[in-house]
């Protein structure tokens, strides 16, 4: 089991970065793949980032490629998603997630742990 901690959420103006951070618990940290997804109000909780348990592939939705950039520290049991050049459309809760599959995990289903959220608002 892990448990999963975000932060680095805020109120921003569009065209500014943030660098959102998950502090994962338990010594098994590198044998998940870790997620990130995020929740506007009123719509459903969308995929973002996917990275391998290895740190070596990642995976994304459309909407972020070429914005945002997942990495991992599993010496440091960390996953962080850098976001750069945000939009208004990017305001959501984000979530950190990890999955005991393995390969291309994007689906809601396929994550078993979740964090508490992390807000991110963007102003035009």
């Known amino acids: 089991q892990v448990q999963l901690v975000e932060s680095g959420g805020g109120l921003v103006q569009a065209g500014a970065s943030l660098r959102l951070s998950c502090a994962a618990s338990?010594?098994?940290?590198?044998?998940?793949?870790m997620g990130w997804f995020r929740q506007a109000p009123g719509k459903e909780r969308e995929f973002v980032a996917a990275?391998?348990?290895?740190?070596?592939?990642?995976y994304y939705a459309d909407s972020v490629k070429g914005r945002f950039t997942i990495s991992r520290d599993n010496a440091k049991n960390t996953v962080d998603l850098q976001v750069n050049s945000l939009k208004p459309e990017d305001t959501a809760v984000y979530y950190c997630a990890a999955s005991d599959r393995i390969g291309v995990v994007v689906g809601r289903e396929e994550y078993a742990y979740w964090g508490q959220g992390t807000q991110v608002t963007v102003s035009s």
């Open positions: 338990g010594r098994t940290f590198s044998s998940y793949t």
């Open positions: 990275v391998s348990r290895s740190g070596a592939r990642m």
